[in-house]
């Protein structure tokens, strides 16, 4: 917004969104390896079906529009039995009032299986009871550290800004458009295609400056995808 022509420079980034997702989609990934040197080491399987989104969307007249500014991610679901390892967060989590820090997890088969919170464990332990599916992933997200909200080092402790600084994951639900004809499926039918369903959907910041992450087709050939905290490709 403060570039000498605005709608040109979002444009632009649109355009960069839209090549990130392009690459993502077209090689069809199977599963994601996250590590950093504060302790992530997570593998997120991605369903048969999944899709990439991020950036710009068009409304029903065909209009080209952001739904949220800033926008900088660009994100699918995980499988919900295919998370294993664990991650731990690389900013605060403002979840009903409450500071949850300094929080890492550790999953198996895609469940939460233990936790620590330096701040907010019985807030971290409360979101995690929400019901059964809070205790797994709805969400991945891919988030440069290079980011402007990043840059700017500040924390809001809004998720719609802090979320646009970090790569991060959700607690919960996942969403349906994240699968091939998803909007049009049944719960029982994403649930087959591996969907996570919750009455929740809590983002939570993991992204460093020495994250990388490595992605698997389904031939098992590695692409870097993230290298240092940011696009690799």
Known sequence: ????????????????????LNFLNSNKLKKLHYKNSIGTDLTIELPEDHIWLGGSEKCAAGIEFNANMPTEEVYTLPKKTGINGTVVSSKPLSYGGNLIDDFSLTFKDGKVIDFTAKDGFETLKKLLDSDDG??????????????????????????????????????????????????????SELSKKGAN???????????????????????????????????AF
């Not at 917004?1 to 990130?20: G, L, Q, R």
């Not at 991060?168 to 996942?174: E, N, Q, S």
């Not at 939570?204 to 696009?231: A, P, Q, R, V």
């Open 1 to 20: 917004m403060n570039s000498d022509d605005p709608i040109e420079a979002w444009n632009e980034h649109n355009n960069n969104i839209s090549k990130n």
């Open 134 to 187: 809070a205790k797994y992933l709805g969400e991945v997200a891919l988030v440069p550290y290079d980011s402007p909200i990043s840059n700017s080092n500040l924390i809001f402790y809004n998720t719609l800004f802090d979320e646009n600084a970090a790569c991060h994951l959700a607690f919960g639900k996942a969403y349906p458009t994240c699968i091939i004809n998803g909007e049009n499926l049944s719960d």
């Open 197 to 231: 369903d919750s009455i929740i959907h809590v983002d939570f910041m993991i992204g460093t400056k020495d994250l990388d992450i490595i992605g698997y087709t389904e031939d098992n050939t590695e692409i870097k995808i993230f290298t240092s905290g940011n696009w």
